[in-house]
């Protein structure tokens, strides 16, 4: 059964910092580029970053650019996005997915159920 389960969501201040991980599991995770995309209230879900199968190459969206980094661990079959210098305008449900290279939630396959992160100003 293939499973993506993020954590690490939660309440933090502006200006702080947090870790998400998104675990794989059922599928070959390192045979899949990863990514990770949001949804605030109201909106459309939008892409935030992207990495390759191997890691060596990264990709992300101009308002989370110098902010958060997106890397992964093929041996424990996750992926992370650090997020710091986080902004009001940061939260979202969080979701990670897995499948080709791209920005638009067609390019992916899997998909996780969601972490909620809430930046308080």
């Known amino acids: 059964q293939v499973q993506l389960v993020e954590s690490g969501g939660g309440l933090v201040q502006a200006g702080g910092s947090l870790r998400l991980s998104c675990a794989a599991s059922g599928f070959t995770f390192n045979r899949y580029h990863a990514g990770w995309f949001r949804q605030a209230p109201g909106k459309e879900r939008e892409f935030v970053a992207t990495?390759?199968?191997?890691?060596?190459?990264?990709m992300y969206a101009d308002s989370v650019k110098g902010r958060f980094t997106i890397s992964r661990d093929n041996a424990k079959n996750t992926v992370y996005l650090q997020m710091n210098s986080l902004k009001p305008e940061d939260t979202a449900v969080y979701y990670c997915?897995?499948?080709?290279?791209?920005?638009?939630?067609?390019?992916?396959?899997?998909w996780g159920q969601g972490t909620q992160v809430t930046v308080s100003s």
């Open positions: 997915a897995a499948g080709d290279w791209g920005t638009e939630e067609y390019h992916y396959n899997f």
């Open positions: 990495i390759t199968w191997s890691g060596g190459s990264t």
